[in-house]
């Protein structure tokens, strides 16, 4: 029986993102992940490089899955509070990702990341649909549409990173759970977006 390459690929993937995602790239042994996936760890060498190499796979391969969950064209900028509500809703189900891409910044500061070029290039479709939507008088021009791009995605994904700050702070709420957050979200982003 030939030996299935992608599968074995992908088993070592899937559990390399738990393993990443609860400690980080130097916490992180290539021991658990190749127990976790049931594949000798030789094989994370053979197809990953080292250990760093493996946390930038598994960091492209999150992304895209979130990029494909999510995308941004310029008839959905119109509406940018329901694009950070989906970005929240895909965060809620993958709170890992929000982990992973805290590690990243830990581990490499402000130094090239994997990918690096490929994912400046998504976030730059992402601009530009901010820009069209922008050009067609859909969305407000009050602000530079990279500005906008990068405060969605900070106000979406920081309920997830500091959960204790979203609680203390709106401790007087009546309902302070997941739909009052994404709601609040929602009320924030159309808010930095309406016309001055």
Do not use: C
Not at 41 to 54: C, M, P
Not at 99 to 119: F, I, K, T, Y
């Amino acid at each position: 029986m030939a030996w299935d390459t992608a599968r074995t690929r992908q088993l070592l993937l899937d559990a390399a993102v738990e393993e990443f995602a609860e400690h980080g790239p130097q916490g992180a042994r290539v021991d658990r992940v190749a127990a976790k996936a049931g594949v000798n760890k030789e094989r994370i060498y053979q197809y990953f490089g080292n250990k760093d190499q493996l946390f930038g796979a598994v960091l492209t391969q999150e992304l895209e899955r979130l990029a494909a969950a999510v995308p941004l064209d310029a008839a959905q900028a119109a509406d940018l509070g329901q694009y950070a509500g989906r970005v929240f809703d895909y965060h809620s189900s993958h709170p890992h990702l929000v982990r992973l891409l805290h590690w990243e910044g830990l581990h490499s500061g402000d130094a090239e990341v994997p990918a690096e070029a490929a994912r400046t290039a998504h976030y730059a479709g992402k601009v530009a649909a901010l820009a069209a939507a922008q050009q067609e008088g859909t969305l407000t021009r009050v602000l530079p549409p990279a500005d906008l791009v990068y405060a969605v995605i900070a106000l979406a994904g920081w309920w997830f990173s500091t959960p204790q700050l979203a609680r203390m702070i709106r401790a007087g709420a009546p309902d302070d759970g997941p739909a009052a957050r994404r709601e609040a979200l929602i009320r924030l982003v159309r808010a930095l977006v309406a016309e001055r």
